[in-house]
């Protein structure tokens, strides 16, 4: 009888599991809500051969028709044609939806420009990072003589998880007016992200890692972070030092200490967080450029379009400035990108600035002085080689 009774109630959970929500057909409870979402990646990414013709390496140049975008792709061509390095954009528009995934499909690399803040945008963004496996979203936040840092000598490399847990957005609604959310994350892929996390700790010559979690609040999603860190520390990266630290404690310590941070490693669930509080800290998300990365596949985007901060009307030049050399670097043209970035830091030691720092030049002259010095160089190497 008791036997009966269970397998009454089996029957009743697993029609209570298949049921579609009250009202949202958009979401459906078991294992097919992700499928019906079309939110998380159910498949292999798909790899195309590099789009490399004539020596010539293509990338995709995300904008829109909005003075930001319009400003950003200007600022993007200019640059890379300034630099000389044999990269060349394929420009596409928000507004041409799946044409975005199928260029960064086929050229494996992206340069987004455009703040986009609506419902739409968003899911479009988080569908490229789903569907291309980006599992890796990473900024680098350091200060700049006289650009808003209040301390000297801070150098953040902050590596979140970018595609588990919230970012799948599986909810459903049991009963009737309660509402269940899922996060779900598994160790693979946890093991995975830290594994890529402290490879680049080592390739960027650096030792300490601190892990920010809150497993006093949530013990089973994020110990999990905390332990497959520990075994990974012990059996292969026994150099690198880790501090495991609670997020209350480390925004505590960012604000009054951030030099004592060196890598930071977080989860999805506070990654944008922690980007904006490190960013304010340096001097603002202006100045600083992020990566979202995977095995095969990357998107470039300046720090200010990531976060989508649509307080400003203008779009930053040392952002854009940042994301080529990323990109360069990412393509293995090191020489361009330090060309680059050195010409960006010396207007700052020239105490040329826009007006968000203070200055009295507008963006365009920013840039506008970079390439006229990229190409002076040029000229000068040209002549003394003859």
């Known amino acids: 009888m008791r036997r009966l009774r269970n397998r009454k109630y089996q029957q009743v959970g697993i029609s209570l599991l298949w049921r579609r929500n009250y009202g949202d057909d958009a979401n459906v409870m078991g294992a097919t809500a992700a499928v019906v979402k079309g939110e998380l990646r159910t498949k292999d990414v798909s790899v195309l051969p590099r789009s490399k013709y004539g020596g010539i390496t293509h990338v995709t140049l995300l904008c829109g028709e ?6 950003g792709a200007k600022y993007v061509t200019s640059l ?3 630099a000389r390095v044999p990269v060349d954009v394929q420009r596409i528009f928000v507004n041409q939806g799946q044409e975005y995934y199928n260029s960064v499909l086929r050229n494996r690399a992206a340069i987004h420009v455009d ?10 963004s988080l569908k490229i990072c789903n569907d291309l496996d980006l599992y890796v979203f990473m900024t680098n936040l350091r200060s700049f003589p006289g650009f808003n840092c209040r301390f000297p000598d801070v150098d953040i490399q902050l590596i979140a998880q970018n595609n588990m847990g919230n970012y799948a957005e599986l909810e459903y609604s049991p009963v009737e007016g309660v509402i269940e959310g899922l996060r779900v994350i598994n160790r693979k892929d946890i093991k995975r992200f830290l594994r890529f996390a402290f490879k680049v700790a080592i390739a960027k010559k650096r030792r300490k890692v601190t892990i920010v979690h809150k497993s006093s609040e949530w013990p ?17 990266f026994p150099d690198i030092e880790t501090e495991p630290m609670e997020l209350d404690r480390c925004v505590a310590r960012l604000i009054l200490e951030p030099q004592n941070f060196d890598v930071v490693v977080t989860s999805d669930l506070y990654g944008t967080f922690m980007a904006t509080i490190c960013s304010a800290i340096c ?27 649509t307080n400003y009307k203008m779009l930053s030049p040392y952002g854009i400035v940042s994301t080529c050399v990323d990109l360069m ?4 043209h090191h020489q361009c990108a330090k060309a680059l970035w050195n010409e960006m830091l010396r207007t700052m ?9 203070d200055g009295k030049d507008r963006g365009e002259y920013v840039i506008c ?8 160089n040029m000229f000068s190497k040209i002549s003394s080689d003859s």
């Not at 909005?66 to 400003?71: L, P, V």
């Not at 703040?115 to 479009?124: G, L, M, T, W």
């Not at 998300?285 to 300046?302: Q, R, W, Y």
């Not at 670097?329 to 293995?332: A, I, K, N, P, V």
């Open 369 to 376: 002085n970079i390439m006229n010095k990229l190409r002076c």
């Open 329 to 332: 670097h990412h393509l293995g």
């Open 283 to 309: 001097g603002g998300s202006n100045l600083f450029s992020s990566i979202e990365i995977g095995d095969h596949h990357a998107v470039f985007k300046p720090l200010q379009t990531k976060l989508s901060l």
């Open 66 to 71: 909005t003075i930001i975008g319009k400003q």
């Open 349 to 357: 030691e020239e105490g040329i600035k826009t007006g968000d720092f």
């Open 115 to 124: 703040i986009q803040h609506d419902a739409k945008a968003k899911s479009q």
């Open 80 to 82: 890379l044609s300034s």
């Open 220 to 236: 089973k999603t994020e110990g999990v972070l905390l332990d497959v860190a520990s075994k990974l520390v012990k059996k292969e």
